[in-house]
């Protein structure tokens, strides 16, 4: 049985740890500076979003991070699936998607709209994960520039 706790202050080590398996994963460049930054402004701010960290076998094994913003092609406030991350050794156990309907609801509580989630082409596994969770790709390029 798992648990999905809100994240605290409390709970930074554990955060940064988890986002930095997680963009070694992903090949992302981390900036643990950045990270430490989001991760202390949430559960400060809840208006930004929600960190949750997963618990299962009695020890965290992972983590995941809704937030929120606002579209007009979605009528309102929509969100995003920021980060989502389970430790190799507690994947295929059904997290990933409690961890979805935990966003999912919590996204609904707060009127969101719409839940966005970002996914690399070369992750065809994650993609096939997803579309069964009822994401759809819109074949849009989602694309960044830092201001």
Same mark, same amino acid.
């Given at each position: ?46 208006? *930004? &979003? ?5 618990? $299962?076998? @009695? +020890?965290?094994?992972?983590?995941? !991070? ?28 059904? *997290? &990933? ?5 935990? $966003?999912? @609801? +919590?996204?609904?509580?707060?009127? !969101? ?35």
């Amino acid at each position: 049985m798992a648990e999905f706790r809100i994240a605290s202050t409390d709970d930074l080590d554990t955060l940064i740890g988890f986002a930095r398996a997680f963009y070694a994963h992903e090949r992302i460049a981390f900036d643990e500076a950045k990270a430490r930054t989001a991760f202390r402004l949430l559960p400060q701010d809840p208006q *930004l &979003g929600r960190a949750w960290i997963i618990v $299962a076998d @009695a +020890a965290p094994v992972g983590y995941s !991070v809704v937030t929120f913003g606002f579209s007009i092609e979605y009528g309102g406030r929509d969100a995003i699936l920021d980060e989502i991350y389970i430790q190799e050794s507690h994947r295929h156990r059904g *997290l &990933g998607a409690q961890a979805l309907r935990l $966003a999912e @609801a +919590a996204c609904r509580e707060v009127g !969101v709209q719409a839940l966005h989630l970002e996914v690399e082409r070369s992750n065809a596994a994650a993609q096939v994960f997803y579309r069964a969770q009822g994401f759809v790709d819109h074949d849009r390029y989602f694309m960044t520039k830092d201001v």
